[in-house]
């Protein structure tokens, strides 16, 4: 689409860069910011020019720029990057889960960045899912040149909305070296067959036995429930009963809260089979 109301681009190659002047807007991909009309936009800020390595393996985890693609994202959990996948870290399975759980074809994918997807904060946004369910954390650039850090799950507020402030920079995505070698699962529906997401379902148990289950499409904010220990059916059925779930047309309320509880309870019996379950 011609976004008629952009007068200029700027490429960013360092901090300084970031600094918005009236009018002007962040671009990572771009897939997003492409689609449709931008009346208050005057001008992009492309963040892909700031030249972050886009995954890296810490001392803590591993940590994804917010420009990293999905495909590479995608690339790396089946072994086809330089980078190797540490022994143990079996959640990345799930990666692949996550990218298929977005309306999107393998063309999006290797253009539209994980940090993208998580600040559109879309309900059926596939990384919000993934990096919820993994614990995930954003480190936030601030305009005062600080940052700030919170977990994804709070970066969410609502339906295409995140406590971003203005001039706010989501710089990378951390996930914990312990989500990622927990046994961790991902479960979706739609109405249609390659529709978009109407509920996704993730649940993870970790090596320590505690159990973490995560709602997301069905709800306009994740909603995450902890267990010390991987809940009975009926404890986690009622936990999912009180979920905030809403109507649009592809799928009212009652019956996105309704398949929740039969996706959560799928997963949860996987997970029982599990060595770790008491």
């Keep these: 689409m011609d976004i008629t109301t952009v007068e200029s681009f700027r490429a960013a190659r360092t901090r300084d860069d970031l600094a918005l002047a009236p009018g002007e807007i962040f671009l990572a991909g771009g897939t997003w910011l492409m689609s449709?009309?931008?009346?208050?936009?005057?001008?992009?800020?492309d963040l892909t020019t700031m030249s972050w390595d886009p995954l890296e393996?810490?001392?803590?985890?591993?940590?994804?720029?917010?420009?990293?693609?999905?495909a590479d994202l995608v690339a790396w959990a089946?072994?086809?990057?330089?980078i190797p996948v540490p022994d143990g870290w079996v959640a990345t399975s799930m990666i692949p889960?996550?990218?298929?759980?977005?309306?999107?074809?393998?063309?999006?994918?290797?253009?539209?960045?994980?940090g993208g997807n998580i600040c559109r904060a879309f309900p059926a946004a596939a990384m919000v899912s993934l990096a919820v369910a993994l614990d995930a954390t954003a480190e936030v650039w601030t305009p005062d040149g600080g940052a700030r850090r919170l977990a994804v799950a709070d970066?969410?507020?609502?339906?295409?909305?995140?406590?971003?402030?203005?001039?706010?920079?989501?710089?990378?995505?951390?996930?914990?070296?312990?989500?990622?070698?927990?046994?961790?699962?991902?479960?979706?529906?739609?109405?249609?067959?390659?529709?978009?997401?109407?509920?996704v379902v993730t649940g993870r148990l970790d090596i320590?036995?505690?159990?973490?289950?995560?709602?997301?499409?069905a709800?306009?904010?994740?909603?995450?429930?902890?267990?010390?220990?991987?809940?009975?059916?009926?404890?986690?059925?009622?936990?999912?009963a009180t979920i905030p779930c809403y109507s649009d047309p592809l799928?009212?309320?009652?019956?996105?809260?309704?398949?929740?509880?039969?996706l959560a309870e799928r997963i949860r019996r996987e997970l029982a089979g599990d060595r770790r379950a008491p």
């Design 36 to 45: 449709e009309p931008l009346a208050e936009a005057s001008g992009f800020v």
């Design 57 to 70: 393996i810490t001392a803590d985890g591993l940590r994804i720029a917010a420009t990293c693609t999905i």
């Design 78 to 82: 089946h072994g086809r990057l330089a």
């Design 97 to 114: 889960d996550a990218a298929n759980a977005l309306l999107a074809s393998f063309k999006i994918w290797n253009t539209a960045t994980v």
């Design 155 to 199: 970066l969410v507020i609502g339906a295409g909305r995140t406590s971003l402030a203005p001039g706010e920079v989501l710089r990378a995505i951390d996930i914990p070296a312990s989500a990622l070698r927990s046994h961790a699962l991902l479960k979706k529906i739609a109405l249609a067959e390659l529709g978009r997401s109407a509920a």
């Design 208 to 217: 320590g036995g505690a159990a973490t289950f995560a709602v997301t499409a």
């Design 219 to 240: 709800t306009e904010f994740p909603v995450v429930r902890r267990y010390e220990r991987l809940p009975d059916a009926a404890a986690l059925a009622a936990d999912i």
């Design 251 to 262: 799928g009212a309320a009652d019956w996105r809260r309704a398949v929740s509880g039969v």
